[in-house]
């Protein structure tokens, strides 16, 4: 195996371990923002905050992309469940055309 494709499959199981974590992480928020534990507007003014700080580059670009989709859907007001079944849709890359 080349050092090239070594390195693309390093890439790719860094993308799906990240994609894995942020999967991860977006099912206990819609936890705790189910619950009552975790305010919208806050978490929203966090994040916005986060995104704010990253590096605008390439290496950043993906989680940046990732974190303002979710933004777009948390600041949108839309239910719970709605949020729940659109997670995954994020995470691998945006929604798909029926």
């Known amino acids: ?3 090239s494709s070594l390195d693309h499959s390093a890439e790719t199981l860094e993308l799906e371990f990240m994609r ?3 999967a991860a992480t977006m099912a206990l928020i819609h936890g705790l923002i189910d619950q009552g534990a975790v305010d919208r507007d806050r978490l929203d003014t966090f994040f916005a905050g986060f995104v704010s700080q990253l590096p605008h580059t390439r290496a950043t670009l993906g989680l940046r992309m990732v974190i303002d989709q979710w ?3 948390l600041r949108s007001g839309e239910e719970e469940s709605v ?3 659109r997670m995954f849709e994020v995470i691998s890359g ?3 055309l029926d």
Request: without cysteine.
């Open 1 to 3: 195996m080349s050092d």
């Open 83 to 85: 949020l729940r079944q």
């Open 20 to 22: 894995g974590h942020i």
């Open 71 to 73: 933004r777009d859907k």
């Open 94 to 96: 945006g929604k798909t």
